[in-house]
């Protein structure tokens, strides 16, 4: 098939766009680079199912495609809170425009939703039915209520004009590739582990969060993409093992062999005290869970960071 990966440049969509090749599937990455980097194409480039464009999803643009991911937004709140007014225009009209598209060419539009549409949860684990507790005024509105405009454009376009959609919530995705400036609390304690510096916590450090793997988060992104049209979801796409923040700082440490410091710090603003996926419909209708356990993905990841750190190092001394 003929697949658009909007947002294709990310850590999250260039992961998906070498599953799609693998599978024998044309591909067009489309990204306006903002967040997301090339260096993450590099080895796809020379792919004779690959291309790549630069554009602005708050723009209309065309394609002639089979399926639509739209993955395009920044994701970590110190990067989409830089350009709140663009971050929720990607959001809005970057769904639109995709769904212009699937609907003149006949594509199934699959959207990357989140977990932040759950804002702080009064409700845990949070189940596909939870309709969410979100500020509209919180500096992280222009995010998650992008993300909840997405899904009910996404519907309305379904409903009104037929176009074949999917909708998949993702929770804290991590792994290999993931910018090490991303700003993500993974990246972040990594890096400043590797560095000895203090881990900086928000607040005590006490509010949970559940991490997914890369490699589980696409094969679940796979499975929406197979399943049948009816399957319209939405769907949580996350691994239910919850832990706090607190305790991550301390595995990775641990992992690392740092002698870094946990430090506590002030709190962030509408940060969530729980987030943790129900996924028994994606169990049901997918037939899909994760399999990746956090120390396994934790330790591929630091490799993965240890390596580009180096290679950073090197390049800096034969500059």
């Known amino acids: ?17 070498r599953a799609l090749l693998g599978r024998g599937h044309q591909v067009l990455a489309m990204d306006n680079l903002l967040t997301g980097r ?21 723009l209309p643009y065309e394609a002639e495609v089979d399926v639509i991911f739209n993955m395009a937004s920044a994701a970590s709140p110190p990067k989409y809170q830089i350009d709140p007014v663009h971050t929720l225009r990607t959001n809005v009209l970057g769904a639109d425009h995709a769904l212009r598209v699937a609907q003149t060419c006949g594509a199934v539009m699959i959207q990357a939703s989140t ?20 500020d509209p005024l919180s500096p992280r ?14 519907f309305d376009y379904h409903r009104r004009h037929g176009v074949r959609v999917k909708i998949m919530r993702l929770f804290n995705t991590y792994g290999p590739a993931m910018d090490i400036e991303d700003g993500r609390v993974v990246t972040n304690f990594l890096a400043a582990a590797l560095r ?53 700082a301390e595995q990775i440490k641990a992992l690392t062999g740092s002698d870094s410091p ?37 330790r591929h990841t630091l490799d993965d960071i ?7 190092a090197a390049q800096g001394t034969a500059g």
């Open 1 to 17: 098939m003929r697949v658009l990966v909007t947002g294709g440049a990310g850590f999250l969509g260039s992961h998906l766009c």
């Open 38 to 58: 090339m260096e993450t194409l590099h080895d796809l480039l020379e792919h004779k199912g690959f291309s790549f464009r630069k554009w602005d999803v708050s």
């Open 115 to 134: 977990s932040e549409i759950y804002g702080d949860p009064d409700c845990h684990p949070q189940p596909e039915s939870y309709v969410g507790q979100i």
């Open 141 to 154: 509105a222009c995010y998650n209520e992008g993300k909840r405009a997405a899904e009910t454009l996404c």
């Open 196 to 248: 000895d510096a203090p881990l900086q916590l928000h607040g005590d450090g006490s509010q949970t969060r559940s991490f997914c793997y890369v490699s589980d988060t696409i094969a679940g992104m796979l499975a929406l993409m197979d399943s049948d049209d009816t399957q319209t979801g939405p769907y949580n796409i996350g691994n239910p093992g919850e832990i706090t923040v607190r305790a991550l």
């Open 262 to 298: 946990v430090v506590s710090g002030p709190a962030a603003t509408d940060d969530p005290r729980r987030r943790c996926p129900d996924i028994t419909r994606a169990k049901a209708e997918l037939n899909w869970a994760p399999s990746v356990p956090l120390a396994d993905g934790l």
């Open 306 to 312: 240890r390596a580009r750190l180096a290679a950073r």
